[in-house]
């Protein structure tokens, strides 16, 4: 009915006489449905009938049947429906207002886009744009295999594609989330009256309102798959490990109870992490930094044997986890009440040979300076931030 009505009608033809004010009203929400129309047609629907309709089959015939559909798509099906039901439902509402006899009266546009976006599109969207970052590394952790790969390869060269690749059709839903403000706002500036423009200010309220609780969920959500893929990757070292002078006889280690690191970092939120070097016995090691709410966390980057490869400096945290590293804790977790930053000047560094550095103290409840870690930045940018 969509695509009939698409070929079928021109859409200056049905407005020509309109006067100029419902002219722009209908011309702007004539582009809410033609934009609705591309996003249905060509994003949500290539990606569920080449890309989950095959992966699908695939698996009937049990090929790449350990590959979690969910996790990639995740509530995709759905997002198909509401986006049909919303574009039938719109279609209708334009009809009306083209004054094209249609059986049946239908809701007013500003009911249907109550309905429609407080019921089913923004919690809809919500649950999709939840799994998105998960989608994004599990496709990730896909690719290197040469059975899912073809299965890429051969969907993308789909026509329906359009040379879009399948990371670029996943996005296209958050990318619809954020238009909407934008295209019910332009509705709204070409409202009949002020109460028609205030009840579509409401409209695009509770879209804004649900972007801005999407975002908090999302930093959660990212915090806590970091915070628990960390968790397994920091390495505590036993107290007669840390400090050599601690003799421990061997049969009372079990008394000294291992650090539970779940409950050093569990319900914390890491606010910034990166990688330093460390100037230490005269050499130079890499460390990461972790900076929690409340302590820092220096450890040493132990990278993983099978992957020896070295990273780039500016390499991020995920890709240093996907790696397998491990992160062992230099010292005790520094209290961030009890640390003490000092910038090392340009002629200090210079005569140093440490450029772009600058000393953490850790003090004791007396103010004594107990344990210093000069560290250097890869530049004054990161250095400042």
Known sequence: MVLEFLRDCDSSQLMSDCDPQDYKRQEAIWELFTSECVYFLDQLMVLKEVFLATLTNLQMRDYLSDVDTWRLFANLNELCLVSFGFLTSLLHVIKES??????????????????AIQESICHCLQKYCLNY?????YLDSLKHREDFGSYVKWCERNQECRRLQLRDLLVAPLQRLTRYPLLLRNVG?????????????????????SICDLEGKVKWLDNYQKVKLLRDALVWLPVWERDKRAFIPENLKHLLKAVTLENLIAHRCLLHEGKLVLTENAKLHDVYLFLFDDFLLITKIKRNKKNPLRLPQNQELDQLLKEGCTFTVLDQPISLDRLQLRSVDQLNAAASGLSQSF?????????????????????EAVKVQ
């Open 189 to 209: 500036k070409r409202s009949r009256t002020e109460e028609e423009e205030s009840a579509l200010q409401s409209v695009v309220e509770q879209v804004d309102t």
């Open 359 to 379: 000393i953490i103290m850790h003090q004791n409840r007396y103010q004594q300076c107990i344990a210093a870690f000069i560290l250097q930045a890869p530049s």
């Open 98 to 115: 083209w004054e094209i006899p249609v059986a049946g009266a239908g809701p007013t546009l500003l009911e249907l886009l109550h309905k």
């Open 133 to 137: 970052s998960t989608a994004l590394f």
